[in-house]
């Protein structure tokens, strides 16, 4: 629950008396869905998809949708998973999407 409860403190919304709201999905979709018209996780399933689709590995995949936060660390004493292969994967499965999709890497230069 510890660390359920720490990722909660990375996001959240404030009320109109300053104080903090837990995002909830119906909180979040409250907040966002005016300036996104996409399903609010539809993200996390797409890339889900993607990366059964094309084999990679349940660790990998548990790894990118944060489940780690959840207690599924692969770093964890019990953990029998080499980190190392995992960023491989990890890296090869974003290549492939940035592909995909044709992201751009000067879409990310801003001039201040």
């Excluded at 720490?6 to 300053?18: G, H, K, P, Q, T």
């Excluded at 004493?77 to 890296?91: G, K, L, Q």
Aim: proline share 3%; hydrophobic share 35%; net charge negative.
């Amino acid at each position: 629950m510890g660390a359920q409860n720490e990722s909660n403190d990375f996001c959240f919304f404030l009320n109109s008396d300053w104080k903090k709201i837990e995002p909830s999905h119906s909180i979040v979709h409250q907040y966002l869905s005016k300036y996104c018209d996409f399903p609010l996780k539809s993200i996390r399933k797409y890339i889900r998809s993607r990366m059964v689709e094309m084999n990679y590995s349940y660790d990998a995949i548990n790894m990118v949708l944060n489940h780690h936060s959840a207690g599924e660390a692969l770093w964890d004493s019990y953990s029998t998973v080499d980190p190392a292969f995992i960023e491989r994967e990890i890296n090869k499965f974003y290549n492939v999407i940035i592909e995909e999709l044709g992201i751009k890497e000067d879409w990310f230069h801003v001039d201040h």
